[in-house]
């Protein structure tokens, strides 16, 4: 029996990060069935905070919030966790300010355009382009391109692949 348990475990830690990083990857239907699967084995188990791990991941890629009342039945013994925290931080958080010009940029940006093609669907100079693209890493705080998408997806600001 404990052995059957201690594989259980195993499988669901194994599909919770599965699932994170098929997310990232953008293979969102694979990644939520993963989740899902990872949160019935720990249901099972009773491992509420893992139940509570995998309903926010969930939550994250689909912003469904019908999962706001499980992940709090889920985290209302672990109120001082590190998760927890990080939600309420996250519920907090203002989303960062840009103007319009960069917001269509920005938007362009999460599509996966080049400079060039943002410049021609805007009607703008790849110079100035380049100089919002300057602005929103500023804003998000980032470097590149790739740590802008993951900062934003991070923030629930892709939208729905």
């Known amino acids: 029996m404990l052995m059957q ?8 830690y194994l599909k919770r990060v599965t699932g994170i990083v098929e997310l990232a990857l953008g293979n969102r239907a694979r990644g939520l069935a993963d989740l899902r699967e ?20 969930e939550y994250r890629a689909t912003r469904d919030r019908d999962l706001l009342p499980l992940i709090g039945e889920r985290l209302r013994n672990y109120q001082h ?7 309420s931080q996250e519920a907090e958080a203002p989303k960062p300010p840009l103007s319009p010009m ?8 999460c599509k996966g355009k080049s400079t060039a093609e943002i410049a021609a669907a805007l009607e703008r100079s ?4 380049s100089n919002h693209i300057k ?3 500023k804003v998000f705080e980032v470097k590149s391109r790739g740590a802008l998408l993951a900062k934003a997806a991070g923030q629930g600001l ?4």
Not at 102 to 109: N, R
Not at 126 to 129: N, Q
Request: hydrophobic fraction near 45%; glycine fraction near 8%; charge should be positive.
């Open 158 to 161: 892709l939208g729905s692949p």
């Open 81 to 87: 966790s590190w998760l927890a925290k990080e939600l």
């Open 135 to 137: 602005e929103i890493f």
């Open 102 to 109: 960069q917001q269509a940029v920005f938007e362009q940006l």
């Open 5 to 12: 348990r201690r594989a259980a475990r195993h499988r669901a």
């Open 126 to 129: 790849e110079y100035t382009v």
């Open 38 to 57: 990872a949160r019935g084995i720990f249901e099972r188990l009773g491992f509420d905070f893992r139940v509570g791990e995998c309903l926010v991941a």
